[in-house]
């Protein structure tokens, strides 16, 4: 099927309490190739009644999944990490089908997000408590660590399969149990994903993944009392929404959501280091990352320099099916966010911005990389997030005016500065209002680190040692003689 080796990895079923099903009526959504339009299969179109009882496997299957060593839970873990990478080719095929992005860097993605289960296997085993010194005679004051209980995890269809075990990784290394809803554009790597799982012998229950309609299953999610924990990547608006629905049932939240990431290009930056910085930031996934270079800013000295150098480079990239050789980007992953784009860039040109190279549609759901020049900060492809193969290209005098611009938005996920003083760079690494800043960086993604955002970007962590602690409370045991 579809080219697989193991085409037993195609699912077209959800899995949820150790069982493949289908909806309760049957119903299927269709999910398109958005290279060609082709329609790679269907996916049950589940609802709230299939979600609940989704939410109640994971509930049952929680007192086991807790009650298991950490030692055992990580041996899972490992063992589902250790599947991924043995079906890397599939799964990376998989995500190039559904998703668009080009087969290197979908390979890229696999190994990356089975890097996450193998870090959480090690975090797994380091939930410590702690013995504070006590203020009373005969009375010891502990605290614990203990999962939070069932976890909804709703992920989106940039990163298909990193997402997902971003999140399950910590969550199950916690000892929490999971239902995770997948974006209806990419169901099927996240199915993959829980058939590689089954395989490596997590107990029924313990990871149900549900398909079909968002409304619905978000409501479900939000809504039951039986879901403890809620985290979600994806757009700012939708974050909103889910965090109030969480309200009712007062949910601990996480939020992984919009950015608007400046890329800043001082004068004293290694020119060829900010350009090559500036096309992985800025056009891995088409611009479809949150943390993609939104917005780039180079200084008056070597503004022209930079957008020369850069629209030099962004012409050469080839551009088509990502199951092509030599393909650096992909489609978009539809025919609004072409024309999101398309508009961007129009608003952009009728306010003065030139266009350096690309500019327009390549015919289907494709766009040319494309450089603006002469761009303004208020125009909406600065001031919005774009999420499309759009370089605009900001002018800026010097470093106060480079923060205050950095830092006049609602968002604060990544952003990126190029600059070889050291003292520059620490003032502007510490001045910058963002979760993540790359320092002669434009990709700063891994495991190891805590990946997330400030103000309008989102609430918690997700990676690194901090990754753990969003599907834990802590408990407070007062032990007296
Ligand atoms: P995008 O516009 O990039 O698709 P969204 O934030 O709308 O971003 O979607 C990200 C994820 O959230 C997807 O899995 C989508 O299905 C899901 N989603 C969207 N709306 C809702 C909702 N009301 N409830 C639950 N999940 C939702």
């Keep these: 099927m579809h080219g697989l080796q193991h085409p037993e990895l195609f699912r077209t079923q ?36 299939e979600t609940a009882r989704a939410v109640a496997a994971a509930e049952a299957a929680w007192p ?81 660590r203990q999962p939070i209980g069932v976890a909804a995890l709703i992920t989106p269809w940039n990163f298909p399969a990193a997402m997902l075990t971003r999140k399950a990784g910590a969550a199950l290394a916690a000892g929490c149990t999971v239902v995770a809803k997948p974006a ?34 978000g409501a479900e999610l939000t809504g039951n009392p039986g879901v403890r924990k809620l985290s979600f990547t994806g757009s700012t608006a939708t974050g909103k929404r889910l965090m109030a629905a969480c309200a009712g049932t007062l949910k601990n939240v996480s939020m ?38 939104n917005r780039l800013m180079a200084q008056d000295a070597v503004y022209d320099a930079f957008v020369a150098r850069l629209a030099e480079a962004v012409s050469a990239m080839k551009v088509g099916n990502g199951l092509e050789a030599g393909v650096v980007q992909g489609p978009l992953v539809s025919a609004e966010a072409v024309a999101k784009v398309e508009a961007r860039v129009a608003d952009a040109v009728a306010a003065g911005a030139r266009v350096v190279c690309g500019g327009r549609r390549l015919g289907g759901q494709f766009y040319a990389p494309t450089v603006l020049a002469d761009v303004e900060p208020g125009m909406r492809v600065c001031s919005e997030e774009t999420f499309g193969p759009v370089a605009p290209v900001l002018r800026f005098a010097d470093e106060a005016e480079a923060i205050r ?15 070889r003083d050291a003292a520059r760079q620490w003032r502007v690494a510490e001045a910058l209002e963002y979760g993540m800043v790359g320092v002669n960086a434009g990709v700063v993604s891994t495991e190891v680190a805590p990946f997330g955002g400030v103000k309008e970007s989102g609430l918690g962590r997700e990676g690194g040692a901090e990754g753990i602690e969003a599907y834990l409370e802590t408990k407070y045991v007062c032990l007296a003689e």
């Design 405 to 419: 611009l950095a830092n006049a938005t609602e968002y604060g996920l990544a952003a990126y500065f190029y600059a």
């Design 256 to 293: 992984e959501l919009g950015g608007n990431a400046p890329f800043i290009v001082f004068d004293d930056a290694d020119l060829d280091a900010a350009v090559a910085g500036a096309l992985a930031s800025k056009y891995r996934n088409a611009g479809q990352t949150c943390v993609c270079a």
């Design 64 to 144: 086991a999944w807790r009650g298991l060593l950490a030692s055992e839970r990580a041996a899972l873990l490992r063992r589902w990490h250790d599947l991924m990478l043995a079906h890397a080719g599939d799964l990376a095929r998989l995500i190039t089908l559904e998703q668009g992005k080009p087969l290197a860097e979908a390979h890229g993605e696999i190994v990356y997000a089975a890097g996450f289960l193998d870090w959480f296997a090690d975090e797994a085993k380091r939930v410590y408590g702690r013995v504070v010194p006590s203020p009373w005679p005969g009375r010891r004051v502990l605290t614990l």
């Design 184 to 217: 209806s554009k990419t169901p099927f790597t996240a199915l993959a994903l829980a058939a590689l799982a089954e395989q490596a012998g997590f107990p029924a229950g313990v990871i149900n993944v549900v398909t079909g309609p968002a409304e619905a299953i």
């Design 14 to 49: 959800a899995y949820v309490g150790g069982v493949w099903l289908d909806a309760d009526d049957g119903a299927g959504l269709a999910v398109a190739d958005p290279a060609t339009g082709t329609v790679l299969g269907r996916v049950p179109a589940m609802g709230r009644a």
